[in-house]
């Protein structure tokens, strides 16, 4: 029996009880079904000197050979024949380089499973008609951006009544969409149906702060909702205070802070991650967190800042169930407060890792020796 059906088909995401065991036994399985799916993985996995049956307890996770996501962008890693992968994605790029991603039939399933769960819980699945705010991309042939993929399914919580998005599809490239945002906007105020955000949060940002400068205050329906993803990136310089942030989206468009949501997420880790109310990003039973010394890639305490790595079963397409971010973080086991019991981790910030030896990466070092 696949053990994922058990774990991603969890009611409450949050209720880890005595899940324990059945995690470890799925991320067992499915490093020994990526390990004999995927040649290189498996050559990673020896030279690091690791196997399944090493994983005894949670601790333990942390010894599974780690891929960074710089890795990936610069690899191919699959476990199928990549024309059995049901949808491929990439990451957004970094200086030209992205990583691509594949997911099976049944990575697919689970991942949307765990999705409408996840989404039940936060109460952001409704049968109520929506008008649609994306801010980012609209989806278009030339582009396999994950970032575009995951705001289009986004909108398939709440049926779509019309789809306005800031980066409209030339047909060879896109451009900003001012005007038409601006008009659908108007015109969504008028209707009887709530309004919904989705994107990133510096062009959220953006357009509540372009509304108050032309003195424009909306009161959109109350179940309109603000759903945002990604960090501010090259607008970093440009991020406000969080309270302040909510503060000018109710005052431009009415939306109260409850209805704000904040997700963190990578298209190399497909799972998504909820800020509370105190601003902090709970783990949910489908994954475990880890950060990790930015030299020695070893754990670290609680409190203490290092780079932000997950552990999860999900992907039976990819070895991507351990990876490394370039993310800062902190992991904290204390009570939020928030009413959610399981641990937590905040973001600090982006970290530069091409100078990071691992054994993960010396094993590429050999893989790309033997291929020449």
């Not at 997911?103 to 952001?124: C, H, K, P, V």
């Not at 969080?242 to 997700?263: K, M, P, V, Y």
């Not at 997950?310 to 039976?316: I, K, M, N, Q, W």
């Amino acid at each position: 029996m696949d053990l994922r059906r058990k774990l991603f088909l969890k009611r409450n995401p949050y209720r880890i009880g005595k899940t324990a065991p059945l995690f470890l036994e799925a991320v067992r399985r499915n490093i020994a079904s990526n390990r004999d799916g995927c040649s290189e993985y498996a050559r990673i996995l020896e030279n690091c000197g690791f196997s399944p049956d090493d994983i005894a307890s949670e601790a333990d996770l942390a010894k599974i050979p780690v891929i960074p996501t710089l890795y990936l962008k610069r690899n191919r890693l699959f476990s199928v024949p990549e024309k059995k992968l049901a949808v491929k994605a990439t990451s957004s790029g970094t200086k030209g380089s992205m990583s691509v991603v594949g997911f099976d039939r049944s990575s697919l399933f689970y991942g949307i499973m765990m999705m409408f769960r996840f989404f039940s819980y936060y109460r952001i699945i409704s049968p109520i008609p929506v008008n649609y705010i994306v801010l980012g991309y609209e989806p278009s042939k030339h582009t396999d951006m994950g970032a575009v993929k995951t705001a289009y399914g986004t909108t398939k919580f709440a049926p779509a009544l019309h789809r306005e998005y800031a980066l409209r599809d030339t047909g060879s490239g896109y451009e900003v969409n001012v005007e038409g945002i601006k008009k659908a906007l108007l015109s969504y105020a008028k209707s009887p149906f709530p309004v919904r955000f989705v994107g990133f949060p510096a062009y959220m940002y953006f357009l509540a702060k372009t509304l108050r400068e032309n003195g424009i205050s909306l009161r959109l329906k109350k179940r309109s909702m603000i759903l945002l993803g990604g960090g501010w990136k090259q607008f970093a310089g440009e991020e406000i205070d969080r309270e302040e942030f909510f503060a000018l989206i109710r005052e431009t468009l009415g939306i109260e802070r409850e209805r704000c949501f904040e997700f963190y997420s990578a298209v190399e880790h497909p799972l998504a991650y909820v800020k509370c109310k105190n601003g902090h990003f709970h783990v949910p039973l489908y994954s475990r967190v880890i950060i990790r010394d930015t030299k020695t890639l070893e754990p670290v305490p609680d409190g203490q800042i290092g780079l932000l790595s997950f552990v999860t079963p999900l992907v039976s397409s990819m070895p991507l169930t351990s990876v490394i971010t370039d993310d800062l973080a902190v992991h904290s086991n204390a009570e939020c407060g928030c009413g959610l019991e399981t641990p937590y981790f905040d973001l600090i910030g982006r970290a530069g890792v091409s100078g990071i030896k691992t054994c993960t990466a010396q094993a590429a070092e050999i893989l790309g020796r033997e291929n020449k």
